[in-house]
């Protein structure tokens, strides 16, 4: 493994770098943001910013617009973009659009892309990805899939009730999972105008980072086209891991970008606050917190590094990408937590950004599978590994 960046990653590195820095984070004080994420509007002028900027979608392929960005470049640039909440929406590479982008690019037919994706790609529209269900449906575990989708003619209707559905309010179209009467589960491709999607209210979550919020849906009498399907009939479950693995990486990267925004807030404070008779970073136990972040973040970067590395070598990547998703998840969030600390009252007010990082970043052990979910399916394949070997 060799992670040396090439010269022209290096650059649009210190390009996206400058653009946060100067386009960006100057506008995380706009009053245009709310409890369920920056307004469509700021969202709007975010996104043109960055295309003036030449720096939107990068990740999407060549043929739809995109850099066509390899994963290990992906690590580079959606770290850089992570270091302001605001960066991953104006680039474009946020959740849902971001994993849905990379999805359809492999999934989606010739047409579906065309109407569908190249909007999103163009920063035009959003989407959602309507997956999870109130109980008794689909959670950490998808084979509980309650949501149908049943063939009438030269369509399906498709009724259930989905929940935090990030995006929802505001997407232009939503890729939902639903099964069909064999039992199987489908993707299908809809737009949110048409009669029976009905977004019912918005969810009070922690986090304020995603444009749409999280919104609870529901499929009344939803009639979609068969042509819609995303894929092929019945193999909903197979495109999942398409989109989750590259998906899940991105969110390590994104918030690998938060955690060393909130590192050097709490270094910046460490250096010049001064408290008993010296500065705040000279005590131990503050320096050892700053250590530790460091290791922390180093750890990170190196796990979510080898993983792009796999899925640039074209594997699959389900078991790096879980191992990622829980170091990272878990470190970053005792960076955030340290921080806080280091700041004192600072780190628990709107007065500085990382109390709003630190709350924007709770539900990542949570989102892409709760780490413990996680940690199961790596026991199961350790436990399956040690059975083959002892069967040799």
Known sequence: MNFELSDDIKALQAKVRR????????????SRQTPHGPTEALRDELVASARKHGLLTLHASQEMGGAGLSHVAKAVIFEEAGYSPLGPTA???HAPDEGNVHLMDVVASEEQKERWLRPMVEGKTRSCFAMTEPAPGAGSDPSMLETTAVRDGDDYVINGEKWFITGAKGASFAIIMAKTEDGNATMFLTDTSRPGFIVERLMDVMDSCFTGGHGVVRFENLRV????????????????QIRLAPARLTHCMRWLGAAQRAHDEACQYARTRQSFGKRLGEHQGVGFMLADNEMD??????????????????????????MAKVISSEAIWRVIDRSVQILGGQGVSSENIVERIFKDARGFRIYDGPNEVHRMSLARKIIAREADKAER
């Open 297 to 322: 973040m180093l750890t990170t970067r190196l796990s979510i590094l080898h993983c792009a590395w796999v899925l640039d070598k074209g594997e699959r990547g389900n078991r790096e990408s879980s």
């Open 225 to 240: 086209p068969a042509t819609n399907i995303l894929g092929e009939l019945g193999k909903g479950f197979r495109y999942a």
């Open 19 to 30: 653009f946060i820095t100067e386009e960006v984070m100057p506008m995380e004080s706009d």
């Open 91 to 93: 680039m474009n590479i």
